[in-house]
């Protein structure tokens, strides 16, 4: 039994640094013909998640006093993983993607927004993980713009007909986190649109400091408009890619979200685990370039988590009631900016 419920994305990551290489991938050339039919984001069923039509799996979530004042965007990470499966992009409609999304990614990850805004979750035809093993060359290329392709459409459909102005979150990890990149630099980056940015979390993948042209880091708790961003791993352990993936990368303190390099347990406000409780003073971090080392958590089953390095599965997990309360901050902060700018 694993502590968390991403095993998806913890099964890749365990198996890939017990090969070391990529020959295990199933795999063929791309091609145009193969690729899972598009969704349409006029109709629900192309969406996990929309406000009006949660699934149940969010019901049971504790509803905070918030009247919904905001949007949030969340991009799901990779999960199409099995080294078995030789597609280059997932099939929404499969059934078994579909569950996997809510179950693995919605119910683990989105959640910790849902009290800061109405949620908003699209279906994407993401890149299976092979890519990030070795260079697939054009294959790759062509698969990763159908996944973007339709993160960029879900978007530009979410903004012309359920946004209605309202400021925005965009919540990400991983594979969606280098979408939401693209998408910050195409829509929001010295765009119009940069003035109803309240905050871009961008989990789970390297984010330098310079990435985008007007929208930096946040530095403090209750800042808006730029973005925070952190790698977990295992504290006082570098991951063999370190200068390649990580170095270099903005690691907020997603505990005091400030400039503070190490937290106190006293401080951390919890983690949700397998049992999906949550677990308040459960572990304290060291910000390091690039890699925000994380203690080994006070959990049921902690012995499992000691045996793991790289906590990159759990990322969001690990500081799901972090997040909740400061998204929920950073909402409130940007409307007392906007009326003390009116």
């Known amino acids: 039994m694993k502590p968390f419920l991403l095993i998806k994305t913890f099964v890749s990551l365990v198996y890939l640094s017990s090969i070391g290489c990529s020959s295990a991938y199933q795999t063929m050339k791309f091609d145009k013909k193969m690729v899972p039919v598009k969704p349409n984001y006029s109709e629900s069923k192309s969406w996990a998640v929309l406000p009006g039509e949660y699934p149940d799996l969010l019901q049971n979530f504790k509803k905070l006093e918030n009247n919904k004042k905001a949007d949030v965007f969340y991009i799901y990470p990779t999960l199409l993983s099995d080294k078995r499966i030789k597609d280059w992009n997932a099939n929404i409609w499969s059934p078994s993607i579909r569950e996997d999304v809510q179950q693995f990614a919605v119910k683990n990850q989105g959640s910790a927004w849902l009290n800061a805004g109405d949620l908003y979750v699209p279906f994407y035809r993401q890149v299976h993980y092979r890519i990030f093993v070795k260079d697939y060359g054009a294959s790759a290329a062509s698969a990763w713009e159908i996944a973007y392709s339709d993160v960029k459409s879900a978007f530009q459909y979410y903004l012309k007909y359920y946004n209605k102005g309202k400021p925005i979150i965009i919540a990400s990890h991983s594979q969606g986190s ?115 080392w994380t203690s080994l958590p006070y959990v049921p089953r902690r012995f499992l988590l000691s045996l793991i390095h790289n906590y990159h599965f759990a990322d969001i997990n690990l500081f799901w009631k972090d997040i909740e309360l400061n998204a929920i901050t950073r909402v409130d902060a940007w409307y007392k900016k906007k009326s003390d700018e009116n």
């Open 178 to 292: 280098m979408h939401a990149k693209r998408l910050i630099k195409e829509f929001f980056d010295q765009k119009p649109l940069q003035e109803k940015l309240i905050a871009a979390y961008l989990i789970g993948t390297r984010i330098f400091p310079d990435e985008f042209e007007s929208i930096q880091p946040m530095e403090t708790s209750d800042a808006v408009g730029g973005f925070v961003s952190w790698n977990a791993y295992k504290i006082n352990k570098l991951p063999k890619n370190y200068m390649d993936w990580y170095k270099g990368g903005v690691t907020t303190n997603p505990i005091s979200w400030d400039l503070q390099k190490s937290s106190q347990l006293n401080e951390h406000k919890g983690i949700v685990n397998k049992d999906m409780n949550i677990y308040p003073k459960s572990l304290r971090v060291e910000v390091n370039d690039g890699i925000l």
